[in-house]
């Protein structure tokens, strides 16, 4: 079972670009997952970011696609997440996670990363 | 976008108790509902997947049943671990959604 670790800065100012990263371990990234980022606002509902292909590929959630990034590095293991022109709705727990099996359900978590937009 | 709804949106209950919580998805999503569970601070956890699979490691008291539009979780017998929030989520199309939530608390 892979397991998954979230790394970044906790604060980001307004307007700013907000960078995370997934270190993937304990297996290899191409055998058939995506590899997914989604975010909680304190106190709120889970909501889906956008995943990316071993290959490149990618899908995004349409309100945020116009801001967001999804990359992979397959040699180091790892994908990131970029989020531009960020405001405090932005603020939000961020967790990767692995969507498997013909993409249908998310199996496994990184412990998530607390991200603050202010000033 | 496939909106989920859940009831009730919290519940109180004792160990040992069974408890149900329902799932409703906006359109028909066939048997793609998966369940999770989180506690504060911590990162969901998967439950069941397509509607009544348990997921490998968790313990059978967890069921899950349901197709097309409406789905239930049932645990059998709370323990007090389960004490936690429990989503509902939708892999059948894209934007992939989450239900708001029932927190199952003593």
């Known amino acids: 079972q892979v397991q998954l670790q979230e790394s970044g800065p906790g604060l980001v100012k307004p307007s700013g670009t907000l960078s995370l990263t997934c270190v993937v371990s304990?297996?290899?990234?191409?055998?058939?997952?995506?590899w997914t980022w989604l975010r909680q606002p304190p106190g709120k509902g889970l909501e889906w970011i956008g995943e990316v292909y071993h290959s490149g590929s990618t899908n995004y959630n349409p309100s945020l696609k116009s801001r967001v990034t999804i990359s992979v590095d397959e040699s180091r293991n790892q994908f990131s997440l970029k989020v531009t022109a960020v405001t405090a709705a932005d603020t939000a727990s961020y967790f990767c996670?692995?969507?498997?099996?013909?993409?249908?359900?998310?199996?496994?978590w990184g412990p998530g990363t607390l991200v603050f937009v202010s000033s | 976008d496939i909106q989920m709804t859940q009831s009730p949106p919290s519940l109180s209950a004792s160990v040992g108790d069974r408890i149900t919580i329902t799932c409703r998805a906006s359109h028909i999503i066939r048997h793609y509902l998966n369940w999770y569970h989180q506690k504060p601070g911590k990162a969901p956890k998967l439950l069941i997947y397509r509607a009544s699979s348990l997921q490998s490691g968790v313990p059978s008291r967890f069921s899950g049943s349901g197709s097309e539009t409406d789905f239930t979780l049932t645990i059998s017998s709370l323990q007090p671990e389960d004490f936690a929030t429990y989503y509902c989520q939708q892999s059948f199309s894209t934007p992939f959604t989450f239900g708001p939530g029932t927190k199952v608390d003593i």
């Open positions: 996670a692995s969507l498997s099996n013909g993409r249908s359900r998310f199996d496994n």
């Open positions: 304990g297996g290899s990234m191409n055998t058939g997952q995506w």
